[in-house]
């Protein structure tokens, strides 16, 4: 087996149970109840899109072609079985068995009646980084799987989602099943065996999307190769794509015919799972760049080589299909009669951290032409004032009494209060990008329309100042507290107990191997 078995789309009455494995195999069953009495075949397909390329860990090859020069397709099954007519009151047993090969048992459970107090792990931006082991290594001795009731994992899971290596057996040690299922082995962390207990809940990022089929080199730069999707676009090779994204998990059911967005009800809370991301480009402004201001000197003159900077992939702008469902859903009996409703989205809306930077809107395109018409370059403006998501989106939520909102993206951890709305970034698990005093390209010099205020240097909390931590904040040479947590040593967790209504925060210093995980911020959903 290449993974244990994990739990996703729970019901009041039944839950998903999945798995992966490399071989078909003839015979893939759940067994399960308390005398483990009850059997259930799964369902096998094949992930349509898992390959390995030049650059993955797998094997003996580090990254360095040794197995695999470019990009070569590698099988991966994929098993599900819906277990249902589950007891809400009692967790059951189960196990799962691959023709001969069968997991430890473990123990599921379904959703808990409507009402409960429940509590959820917020996590985010896991790809691979450093920390992501401990930090979830941190979780398990810190929580007990038996009462955590969901996950709920806010964009950027892996790194090239194509790359099958990424999710199951990298072999560096930190793919993302092992981590949340407590069997990594990166810088002496397994992380903890949290799914085969507790079911995921995930949200789509930019490191979750990939882009144009096979015209790429590699697949770190398939994943860079997308376009926005239009009329005239070949629905068999479109602009961009969530395919492997969406064989892997088994998300609710919707309304809208895809799961990219959706909402559910885990005890006394509604949770809402936004699909915001854009492109992301790098922000170099010399002439062989293509990325989030300019198209390259060598492409303007070839249309099929835009990049058209960074674009949004599912508008939420209001009128858009996202914004009216979202709309409508905040206005839904389940929503207004949860007592806690949060909101997860993987792009920052306050944040201290770069990747805020440009504002979430359609890239403005400046064609330049010589006299002859011929284009001589064409670059890319992104208006503040336009920002969808301070713009459209957080009127919405404060109208409609949405207590948390939560994002990752630059790997950090800052929160931010507003209108009775909390903005909370907890994706701190290595490789920070925290803004830090550092600048973007000076922009107006590729041409005048650029508004130098536009590009803030310290991220952009669009107006707020940063909450600092109530308990125990870190700080820094001086003596001054910090209202973040931009570290590659330190780590954070977030828990939502609503119970009370309490978010607590948690970091552990993973440079020191036993050192002590501490509550450094706590507050109230009101």
Known sequence: MLTAPFLQNPTPTSVVVSWFTEAKCDKNVVIYGSDMQCTKSAQSAQLSRMREDQNSYIGLQDGNGKLHQSPTPRTIWKHTALLGNLSSTDRTPYKVVSDATESKVYTLAPLKPVGSAVRLLLTSDHQLFPNVSANLQKVGEHISTDHLDAIFCVGDLVNVPDRASEWFDDNRGGAFFPCLQGTASFGGYTGAALLQHTPLYPVLGNHDIMGRFGRSPDLYAEMNDTVPITKDTNKDDPGWNTISYDEIFTLPETTHGHSRYYAVTVGNTRVICLFVCNAWRPAGTDPETSG??????????????????????????????????????????????????????????????????????????????????????????????????????APLLEAHGVQLVVFGHSHLWNRFADKGVNYLETSNVGKTNFAGGRKVPNCEQLDPAFVADDYPADGDPNGLTPVVPTVAPLRDEAGEVQPYLASNNWTAFTILDTDSGTVSSYRFDTSIRDSETILFDQFQLA
């Open 292 to 393: 989030r201001f300019k198209e390259s000197a060598a492409d303007v003159h070839v249309k099929d080589q835009w990049r058209h900077g960074q674009f949004i992939f599912e508008p939420i702008h209001k009128g858009s299909v996202q914004y009216n469902w979202l709309a409508e859903e905040l206005q839904s009996d389940e929503c207004q009669q949860s007592k806690f409703r949060v909101v997860l989205l993987h792009h920052p809306m306050h944040t201290l951290g770069q990747n805020i930077v440009p504002a979430f809107t359609d890239p403005v395109p400046l064609v330049v032409k010589d006299d002859a018409g011929k284009i001589k370059s064409v670059h890319y403006t992104y208006p503040r004032q336009d920002d969808h998501l301070m713009r459209d989106l």
